[in-house]
Structure formats: structure tokens, C-alpha cells
């Protein structure tokens, strides 16, 4: 019995032994494990780092390519308007310079009108005056009379101002035109002003 106490306590000091000697392993393994981890975490953060800063500049660049873009859209914003208003200040321009020559005949004609009693060549200047313009108009600008006398009343070409009944027309019919109407590509501009023949029913 003692043998064996002795036995197990001498067993016992060299498990001791065993367990102190393996102890401090265990610590230095676990300080390196820390260590590792704490070197893998720095790394992690100067990685974390770089990412921020390289998204700062990022988001820096594309802040300043908005701002970029955002007075470049509204410079073109202005510019849109400013052309705009141009294009209606300026829209007339080729008539007007179309009515120029007219306009230059008109005045010889007064010039004339005043230095001469000749009415005969003042009235002739005035009908080529006259005819010059609406030529100009016709050809340049789409511009076309409505033929009125003797046609079949069209309320969408013609505006009656008078009525008078008539027992030798089958349908109404214009007799008279008091002001002339245009057309400006096909579609009224202006109706003519006439006089209407009605059939009496």
C-alpha cells in the first residue's frame, strides 16, 4: 500500500512536471496566435484605409465631374433659350428682305407721283408695285388668293356680309368680293369678304 501511495505520488509530481513543462508552450503559442491576429488586423485596417481614401477620391472626382456637368448643362440651357429667341426675333428676316425691292419701287412711285401730274405712269408704277409684291409673296412665301366671284359659297373661305336672294341660282353663290382673302400654304389666312347670292326655296 505505501509503495503504491509512493508510487502514485511520484507518478503524480511527474505528471506535474509534464503539465508545468507544457504549460509555458501553451502561452508562447497563444502569443504568437495574438500576435498574428493583431498583425492581420492592422493589416486589415491599413487596407480599410487605402479602400476609404481611394473612394474619397473617387467620390471627389465625381463630384467635381457633376458640378462639371451641371454648368455645362445649363450653359447649353442658356444657350437653348438665346437661340430661341433669336430664331423668333429673326424669324421675319427673309421676308422682310423680300419686301425690300417692293418697298424701294414704292417710294420712286411717290417720288414720281410728287414731280409729275402724270397719273397714267404713277398708276402704272403702282399695279407693277403691286403685282411685284404679290409675286414675291406667291412664290417665296406660299401666299395665295382665294378666288371668290362666280364660285360656290364656302363658309370655311368665305365670309358672307350680304345676302340677297336670287331665283336663277340652283346653290349660293358669291357675287360680289368686298375684301380679298389668302391662303398661306393651303390653309385660310384670311376669308374673303363677299357678297352671297342665295337660291330662293
Same mark, same amino acid.
Given at each position: 500500500?505505501?509503495?503504491? @501511495?509512493?508510487?502514485? *505520488?511520484? /507518478?503524480?509530481?511527474? %505528471?506535474?512536471? &509534464? #503539465?508545468?513543462?507544457? !504549460?509555458? =508552450?501553451?502561452?508562447?503559442?497563444?502569443? @504568437?496566435?495574438?500576435? *498574428?491576429? /493583431?498583425?492581420?488586423? %492592422?493589416?486589415? &485596417? #491599413?487596407?480599410?484605409? !487605402?479602400? =476609404?481614401?481611394?473612394?474619397?477620391?473617387?467620390?471627389?472626382?465625381? *463630384?467635381?465631374?457633376?458640378?462639371?456637368?451641371?454648368?455645362?448643362?445649363?450653359?447649353?440651357?442658356?444657350?437653348?433659350?438665346?437661340?430661341?429667341?433669336?430664331?423668333?426675333?429673326?424669324?421675319?428676316?427673309?421676308?422682310?428682305?423680300?419686301?425690300?425691292?417692293?418697298?424701294?419701287?414704292?417710294?420712286?412711285?411717290?417720288?414720281?407721283?410728287?414731280?409729275?401730274?402724270?397719273?397714267?405712269?404713277?398708276?402704272?408704277?403702282?399695279?407693277?408695285?403691286?403685282?411685284?409684291?404679290?409675286?414675291?409673296?406667291?412664290?417665296?412665301?406660299?401666299?395665295?388668293?382665294?378666288?371668290?366671284?362666280?364660285?360656290?359659297?364656302?363658309?370655311?373661305?368665305?365670309?358672307?356680309?350680304?345676302?340677297?336672294?336670287?331665283?336663277?341660282?340652283?346653290?349660293?353663290?358669291?357675287?360680289?368680293?368686298?375684301?380679298?382673302?389668302?391662303?398661306?400654304?393651303?390653309?385660310?389666312?384670311?376669308?374673303?369678304?363677299?357678297?352671297?347670292?342665295?337660291?330662293?326655296?
Amino acid at each position: 500500500m505505501e509503495k503504491k @501511495e509512493k508510487k502514485s *505520488k511520484s /507518478e503524480a509530481q511527474s %505528471e506535474e512536471k &509534464i #503539465v508545468m513543462q507544457e !504549460e509555458p =508552450l501553451v502561452q508562447e503559442d497563444t502569443v @504568437e496566435t495574438d500576435e *498574428k491576429q /493583431e498583425d492581420k488586423k %492592422e493589416l486589415e &485596417i #491599413v487596407q480599410l484605409k !487605402e479602400q =476609404l481614401a481611394a473612394a474619397k477620391e473617387e467620390a471627389d472626382s465625381l *463630384k467635381e465631374q457633376m458640378l462639371r456637368d451641371r454648368a455645362d448643362l445649363e450653359n447649353y440651357r442658356k444657350r437653348l433659350i438665346r437661340d430661341k429667341e433669336d430664331a423668333i426675333r429673326f424669324a421675319n428676316e427673309n421676308l422682310i428682305k423680300d419686301l425690300l425691292q417692293p418697298l424701294d419701287d414704292f417710294g420712286r412711285a411717290l417720288q414720281a407721283a410728287e414731280s409729275t401730274k402724270d397719273y397714267t405712269k404713277i398708276h402704272d408704277g403702282v399695279v407693277m408695285v403691286n403685282s411685284q409684291l404679290y409675286s414675291t409673296l406667291e412664290k417665296n412665301w406660299g401666299l395665295e388668293k382665294i378666288e371668290a366671284v362666280g364660285k360656290e359659297f364656302d363658309p370655311e373661305q368665305h365670309e358672307a356680309y350680304q345676302v340677297t336672294v336670287d331665283d336663277t341660282l340652283e346653290h349660293e353663290t358669291v357675287l360680289e368680293e368686298y375684301i380679298v382673302g389668302y391662303k398661306l400654304h393651303n390653309r385660310v389666312l384670311r376669308p374673303s369678304k363677299v357678297k352671297v347670292g342665295k337660291p330662293n326655296v
